[in-house]
Nanobody, 120 residues
Framework: QVQLVESGGGLVQPGGSMTLSCTLTGSIFSLNTMGWFRQAPGKEHELAATVTKDGSKTYAPSVMGRFAISRDSARNMVTLQMNDLKPEDTAVYYC??????????????WGQGTQVTVSS
């Protein structure tokens, strides 16, 4: 079994910054891609940013240039630095990670979600 523990989130004013962090724990054999997805009220679940094990990063066009994803492979941690936040960034943000457990089973694990609200 593996688990994702998220931290960060809350209320921030437009133009402000916020950092989300997520750590994978448990019976980990390998870790492939880590990332953050989000779901705003009334909208579909969408990718925010991901980073592969070789460091390749993908961003949603709406966050390009404002969000930065980074990964600490030694600690199985991923961090999303969000700058110049806009009201449309308001959403529940979910961490995701995939790989293999020590028993050989594949995992595609989701965090519990953390609310980010951008409002004055």
């Amino acid at each position: 079994q593996v688990q994702l523990v998220e931290s960060g989130g809350g209320l921030v004013q437009p133009g402000g910054s916020m950092t989300l962090s997520c750590t994978l724990t448990g019976s980990i054999f390998s870790l492939n891609t880590m990332g953050w997805f989000r779901q705003a009220p009334g909208k579909e679940h969408e990718l925010a940013a991901t980073v592969t094990k070789d460091g390749s990063k993908t961003y949603a066009p709406s966050v390009m240039g404002r969000f930065a994803i980074s990964r600490d492979s030694a600690r199985n941690m991923v961090t999303l630095q969000m700058n110049d936040l806009k009201p449309e960034d308001t959403a529940v943000y979910y961490c995701n990670a995939d790989g293999l457990q020590r028993d050989g089973k594949y995992y595609d694990q989701w965090g519990q979600g953390t609310q980010v609200t951008v409002s004055s």
